[in-house]
């Protein structure tokens, strides 16, 4: 049986340590370069992050040219505002599915979690900003008997 303790002094050993919070490592491959991928939509992204001049590379174009719309461009652009990084970075990325609107928050989203691979004390200025977390919002399916997911056909009485 368990044995009675004598004092709250023996009762406070007995407690097993605080748990500390988790430590980020850097994760970075033989190259110098922090992976991530990120998702938005249908839109997949994979970003190589390397120290550098600030060139952003999308599908072997420039940002310009990929991304003409300049809302785009900020968007994507926006982790590194964030955590004042801007110039200090190149951005390799290889993106595919969706719109360009998806694409561009694919990006954004990869972008964000190659940082914090790289540097990890970045993780709570990006966490704060909500570059982190990834936008589940999806497409709804279409429906049988439905015109799209929840429109149904014109009604007629006659």
């Excluded at 928050?105 to 914090?116: C, D, E, P, W, Y």
């Excluded at 399916?141 to 014109?154: H, L």
């Amino acid at each position: 049986m368990a044995e009675s303790m004598q004092s709250l002094d023996q009762l406070a050993a007995l407690k097993p340590a605080a748990a500390e919070a988790p430590k980020y490592i850097k994760k970075v491959d033989k190259q110098g370069r922090a992976y991530a991928t990120g998702k938005r939509k249908d839109a997949v992204a994979r970003v190589w992050v390397k120290p550098g001049s600030g060139k952003i590379v999308v599908n072997t174009r420039e940002i310009e040219v990929y991304f003409a719309r300049p809302v785009l461009r900020m968007m994507i652009q926006q982790p590194l505002v964030v955590s004042n990084r801007q110039g200090q970075f190149d951005v390799i990325c290889t993106v595919s599915g969706g719109g360009l609107s998806g694409q561009a928050g694919a990006v954004r989203h990869g972008l964000s979690k190659a940082l914090t691979n790289f540097e990890p004390e970045l993780r709570g200025i990006l966490k704060k900003g909500g570059f982190l977390t990834r936008d589940s919002r999806v497409v709804e399916r279409k429906k049988y008997g439905r015109a799209k997911a929840r429109r149904s056909f014109q009604f007629s009485k006659r």
